[in-house]
């Protein structure tokens, strides 16, 4: 009963850090100090990663009729467009399928870890903050979506890339590439979401593929502790999808980072203390 409890908790925090740009893993990494699941680590780093379908699903929930190109109410200039939005998104995936693939089990060996988190949560944080200031009196050169050309889609794939690197954040990587490349943070956000779809579900599937492949099952207990986990992250991934969108059309994006360099220092101030008295 306690784990369902910590799945809810760990469910809550996937759901409220997956879309906004503050760093799932980084939330997750400082979680696991205190919220530790009492199963094997093979379990909990696949869980950490399976829950973010939960997420997926409040993205396909919430836009359904814009990502459903087969929409009986859609006129065929529409569905043309959505047909495209989704090749664009495609398109914007490959990069990381290309990179990070082959990279991806090096990266977790060697680059979670609290001093590569905190430095990335940090540094991401102040370019939020100086490339809101830089863009404050610019004018973005595309406001909707149907007009984001295929080239640009593939620079934004670029820079999903980064997010490889815990702490950054998957969200926060692509928004800050959009809005550098001449996007509105709503084209920015929504597109962000969108090319989640492809790379969370890939990158769920291919963390379940490897659990099993390495000799693991999973338990009734399991089970049941993974759903719960996907469930509360969908709920609350759902509202916080919400909320970004409602904050954005109003405010930037220097809030989220300010929030991500204080984290940042909590996360020094917390793992440099416990290694100085080790």
């Given at each position: 009963?306690?784990?369902?409890?910590?799945?809810?908790?760990?469910?809550?925090?996937?759901?409220?850090?997956?879309?906004?740009?503050?760093s799932?893993?980084?939330?997750l990494?400082?979680?696991?100090?205190?919220?530790?699941?009492?199963?094997?680590?093979?379990?909990?780093n696949?869980?950490?990663?399976?829950?973010?379908?939960?997420a997926?699903?409040?993205?396909?929930v919430l836009y359904?009729?814009?990502?459903?190109?087969?929409?009986?109410t859609?006129?065929i200039?529409?569905?043309?467009?959505?047909?495209?939005?989704?090749?664009?998104?495609?398109?914007?995936?490959?990069?990381?399928?290309?990179?990070?693939?082959?990279?991806?089990?090096?990266?977790d060996?060697?680059?979670?870890?609290?001093?590569?988190i905190?430095?990335?949560?940090?540094?991401?944080?102040?370019?939020?903050?100086?490339?809101?200031?830089?863009?404050?009196?610019?004018?973005?050169?595309f406001t909707?979506?149907?007009?984001l050309?295929f080239?640009?889609?593939?620079?934004?794939?670029?820079?999903?890339?980064l997010?490889?690197v815990?702490?950054?954040?998957?969200?926060?990587a692509t928004?800050?590439g959009a809005?550098?490349?001449?996007?509105?943070r709503?084209?920015?956000t929504?597109?962000?979401?969108?090319?989640?779809?492809?790379?969370?579900?890939?990158?769920?599937?291919?963390k379940?593929?490897k659990?099993?492949?390495?000799?693991?099952?999973?338990?009734?207990?399991?089970?049941i502790?993974?759903?719960?986990?996907?469930i509360?992250s969908?709920?609350?991934?759902?509202?916080?999808?919400?909320?970004?969108?409602?904050?954005?059309r109003?405010?930037d994006?220097?809030?989220?980072?300010?929030?991500?360099i204080?984290?940042?220092?909590?996360?020094?101030?917390?793992?440099?203390?416990?290694?100085?008295?080790?």
């Amino acid at each position: 009963m306690l784990d369902i409890i910590k799945a809810v908790i760990l469910g809550i925090i996937e759901g409220v850090t997956e879309f906004l740009p503050i760093s799932s893993t980084g939330h997750l990494y400082l979680a696991d100090e205190f919220i530790k699941l009492n199963e094997p680590t093979a379990f909990i780093n696949m869980f950490m990663v399976v829950i973010q379908l939960g997420a997926i699903l409040a993205v396909l929930v919430l836009y359904f009729n814009k990502l459903n190109p087969w929409a009986t109410t859609k006129s065929i200039r529409e569905r043309r467009q959505t047909w495209s939005l989704w090749i664009k998104v495609v398109v914007a995936v490959l990069p990381a399928i290309i990179v990070g693939l082959p990279l991806n089990d090096w990266m977790d060996a060697h680059l979670t870890s609290w001093p590569v988190i905190a430095t990335t949560l940090i540094l991401y944080g102040m370019l939020f903050i100086v490339i809101e200031n830089y863009n404050r009196t610019k004018t973005p050169r595309f406001t909707d979506l149907n007009t984001l050309p295929f080239k640009l889609a593939i620079l934004i794939g670029c820079f999903q890339v980064l997010a490889m690197v815990p702490g950054t954040s998957r969200s926060g990587a692509t928004i800050l590439g959009a809005i550098l490349l001449g996007t509105s943070r709503y084209v920015a956000t929504e597109f962000s979401f969108f090319l989640a779809i492809p790379t969370m579900f890939g990158a769920s599937s291919l963390k379940v593929l490897k659990y099993l492949i390495h000799g693991n099952s999973f338990t009734y207990t399991q089970v049941i502790i993974l759903l719960t986990g996907v469930i509360v992250s969908y709920i609350v991934a759902y509202l916080a999808i919400k909320f970004l969108l409602s904050y954005i059309r109003n405010n930037d994006f220097k809030l989220f980072g300010w929030y991500r360099i204080a984290l940042g220092i909590v996360v020094i101030g917390y793992f440099g203390w416990q290694q100085l008295f080790s």
